[in-house]
């Protein structure tokens, strides 16, 4: 894709998830309807048990921060430790890096990124009201990190590289900021199949985290090249039910699933 093309897809996910970082309304699973990423919090905690968070982790995070926008919990692959510094890409309201500066602690450091202002101010404000003071939230592009290089030991992601219109570009810059010997732990949705051209054209199901998966062989592709290693992307076919009410009537779960991610840089 061209630049141009790849901005107009940008643009329209930005304006999704200001909408979500707003109103409240719309989500990452069905673009326009409320199933999840609005304020019901009895909601939320369904939609966050049912991607495999615990009642216990979702009682640490602050009011506000657990918008449902996820495909999974990297935090089950991450394997944090104490005094790691973490990266979240595509951060949103913040949920998966306060869980990140609990495992790190004091000593720790977890920095989010995310290209929607208006996610940014929330994430903030949400880590104002709480006292959070060993996250960091930036305005940026996954595909163009605020980042120093070789800086942070392992990046988390949930379901939002499958967002990017140059994922190459994405693994690229991860692999760039981690620290030898770092590491990938990220819950994104994969492509089990072709998908139409109907579908990749469409940009609420690009907005909504089904139009941009790609095949899991051209994701290992990708991290190859940038120069990961001990790479494993290992799908979860139980995904389909729930990704069966992203786009009722579409269809779309015989083509995408959710996966996690992970992958090494070398440590020399």
């Known amino acids: ?17 200001a909408s979500i970082a707003l109103q409240g309304k719309g989500s990452c699973c069905s673009p326009g309807a409320n199933c999840c990423g609005n304020e019901d919090s009895g909601l939320m905690t369904q ?21 449902g926008l996820g495909c999974g919990n990297p935090q089950a692959i ?20 306060f869980l990140a500066a609990k495992q790190v602690g004091a000593a720790g450091r977890v920095i989010g990124v995310d290209m929607t202002p208006e ?4 994430a903030r404000k949400n ?29 988390i992601s949930n379901c939002v590289i499958n967002l990017s219109p140059d994922k190459q570009r994405v693994f690229d810059e ?4 981690l620290k030898p010997g770092g590491r990938l732990a990220i819950s994104d949705v994969v492509a089990s199949a072709p998908l139409p051209a109907e579908i990749r054209k469409d940009l609420e199901l690009y907005a909504g985290c089904m139009a ?22 290992r799908p979860k076919s139980e995904s ?15 083509f995408v699933v959710s996966a996690t991610i992970e992958a090494s840089k070398p440590a020399g």
């Open 1 to 17: 894709m061209s630049n141009v093309e790849n901005d107009h897809i940008r643009q329209s996910v930005r304006k999704n998830y």
């Open 47 to 67: 939609i966050s048990q049912q991607l495999g968070y615990s009642s216990s982790e979702l009682g640490e995070v602050p009011e506000g921060a657990n918008m």
């Open 78 to 97: 991450a394997h944090l430790k104490l005094g790691e510094a973490v990266l979240d890409l595509g951060s949103g309201g913040g949920f998966d890096c």
């Open 119 to 122: 996610m940014v101010s929330k």
């Open 127 to 155: 880590a104002a009201a709480t006292d959070y003071h060993n996250v960091d939230f930036r305005l940026g592009e996954i595909e163009n990190l605020p980042v120093a290089d070789n800086s942070v030991d392992v990046i």
């Open 174 to 177: 991860a692999y760039r900021v």
């Open 212 to 233: 941009g998966a790609s095949l899991v062989d051209d994701l290992e592709g990708m991290l190859q090249k940038s120069g990961f290693r001990n790479i494993r992307i």
């Open 240 to 254: 389909r039910e729930f990704i069966r009410e992203w786009a009722p009537d579409r269809q779309i779960e015989d």
